[in-house]
């Protein structure tokens, strides 16, 4: 079946750090997009992205899709510690019209800020 | 703007004890689907749904059921509770099968 790839597992930045993180597949997807976990609550979208080599900003926050596209990244500029939380990316892959098309998810990473 | 509802939000149950996990969305959205989650896993697909009356599986239907017989609602349903069906669920729905998805708050199941 379709994966993603994500590593590390943890990644530990001091506030104010920039930090990048990368998504990799063998397959191609879509539309990536990348979400957000806070402990007890569901995922949250941040960027979605919808065309190969795209390249989108939501504050601090920038993501790419590879050109390729089986691959994107996800940039955090100056963190702050509401930074911290599990960091997914999903691709969607299926036909043009989206039909069979089921979203697949990395495993995350835990992004801790040290004060 | 409720987005996406699940109930109950905690539940334990024993072996072999029935439940059904209710997820319900407000945005008219045609696309549902189940994931759970467990600890450095990431969400795997259970069931999905793209549209009334129109169910497929995920990577790990086994143990659940489900069905859509309203677009606004789409309950998971577990037949005989097992401890390895201990994981925190989340509903989630989306326009169409290439638009985001939004996510519900999650209902955490311990199955003892």
């Known amino acids: 079946g379709q994966q993603l790839n994500q590593s590390p597992q943890s990644m530990f930045i001091q506030e104010g750090e920039d930090v990048s993180m990368n998504c990799t597949s063998s397959?191609?997807?879509?539309?990536w997009l990348w979400y957000k976990q806070d402990p007890g609550e569901g995922p949250v979208l941040l960027i979605a992205l919808y065309k190969a080599g795209e390249l989108t900003s939501n504050g601090r926050l920038t993501a790419q899709f590879g050109i390729t596209r089986k691959d994107s990244f996800l940039n955090i500029s100056a963190s702050i510690p509401s930074d911290v939380g599990i960091y997914f990316c999903a691709g969607l892959a299926g036909n043009q019209t989206g039909a069979n098309s089921k979203l697949t998810f990395g495993k995350g990473i835990t992004l801790s800020v040290r004060p | 703007n409720a987005g996406v509802t699940q109930t109950p939000k905690f539940r334990i149950l024993k072996i072999g004890q029935s439940m059904t996990l209710q997820c319900a969305q407000d945005m008219n959205h045609n696309y549902m689907y189940w994931y759970r989650q467990d600890p450095g896993m990431g969400l795997k697909l259970i069931y999905y749904?793209?549209?009334?009356?129109?169910?497929d599986k995920g990577e790990v239907p086994n143990g659940y059921n489900v069905s859509r017989s309203t677009t606004e609602d789409f309950p998971l349903r577990l037949e005989l509770a097992a401890p390895s069906q201990t994981s925190v669920y989340f509903c989630?729905?989306?326009?169409?099968?290439?638009?985001?998805?939004?996510f519900g708050q999650g209902t955490r199941l311990t199955v003892v």
């Open positions: 989630a729905s989306s326009y169409s099968g290439r638009t985001e998805a939004f």
């Open positions: 749904s793209v549209g009334a009356g129109i169910t």
């Open positions: 397959s191609i997807f879509n539309t």
